[in-house]
């Protein structure tokens, strides 16, 4: 059965900078497209960037050019970089395996971690 297990939230200030990890255990997602997601309060879940097995990234444009996906698949551990902080990025922040070696919407990921709180204060 596999397992993702995100850590490195916490509250920061707007303007600063945090990293996202999540490890997989399990299985590999060796194949498979791998994305963060995150749920803001009073919202719905969306998608925030997502790492195709190609190596093609995407993301939601309200974090382009701050947030950076990345995978290191000889780990099976998926990161996000995130920088230049708003306090609308605050959310519950997911990790997220896919069936396939793309995707872009939630029902396109069948693993999902537990989650990890993330604070920006103004």
């Known amino acids: 059965q596999v397992q993702l297990v995100e850590s490195g939230g916490g509250l920061v200030q707007s303007g600063g900078s945090l990293r996202l990890s999540c490890a997989a255990s399990g299985r590999t997602f060796s194949g498979k497209a791998m994305g963060w997601f995150r749920h803001p309060p009073g919202k719905a879940r969306q998608l925030v960037a997502v790492?195709?097995?190609?190596?093609?990234?995407d993301y939601a444009d309200s974090v382009k050019g701050r947030f950076t996906i990345f995978r290191d698949n000889a780990k099976n551990t998926m990161y996000l970089q995130m920088n230049s902080l708003k306090p609308e990025d605050t959310a519950v922040y997911y990790c997220?395996?896919?069936?396939?070696?793309?995707?872009?919407?939630?029902?396109?990921?069948?693993?999902w971690g537990q989650g990890t709180q993330v604070t920006v204060s103004s």
């Open positions: 997220a395996g896919g069936r396939n070696p793309s995707g872009w919407l939630p029902r396109d990921f069948n693993s």
């Open positions: 790492a195709m097995w190609s190596g093609v990234t």
